[in-house]
Nanobody
């Protein structure tokens, strides 16, 4: 089992920044891939970014390219998502996920509880 705990969400004005964190614990060696997804009210969960613990490969959704940057601290088993130039349409619950392969679908084995990001316009 892998446990994932997200933090760092909150309320921010459009154009502002937030940094999300995802702390992984448990059998983290069994999950090569880590990803971020988000789900807005009334919408399906969508891919944001994904990578492996080695950093290769790394994928971003077109909607966040150039604004969001994912990084990881392997010593702390922590994944980060730096979100800059936030827009109202970025408002959603953000989820961290872990699984065996870096994919842009929701095909991940483990999920965190989510953290709310609200961008006011």
């Amino acid at each position: 089992q892998v446990q994932l705990v997200e933090s760092g969400g909150g309320l921010v004005q459009a154009g502002g920044s937030l940094r999300l964190s995802c702390a992984a614990s448990g059998r983290t060696f069994s999950s090569r891939a880590m990803g971020w997804f988000r789900q807005a009210p009334g919408k399906e969960r969508e891919f944001v970014a994904a990578t492996s613990w080695s950093g290769i490969p790394t994928y971003y959704a077109d909607s966040v390219k150039g604004r969001f940057t994912m990084s990881r601290d392997t010593a702390k088993n922590t994944l980060y998502l730096q979100m800059n130039s936030l827009k109202a349409e970025d408002t959603a619950v953000y989820y961290c996920a872990a699984g065996p392969a870096v994919v842009v679908t929701t095909n991940y084995d483990y999920w965190g509880q989510g953290t709310q990001v609200t961008v006011s316009s």
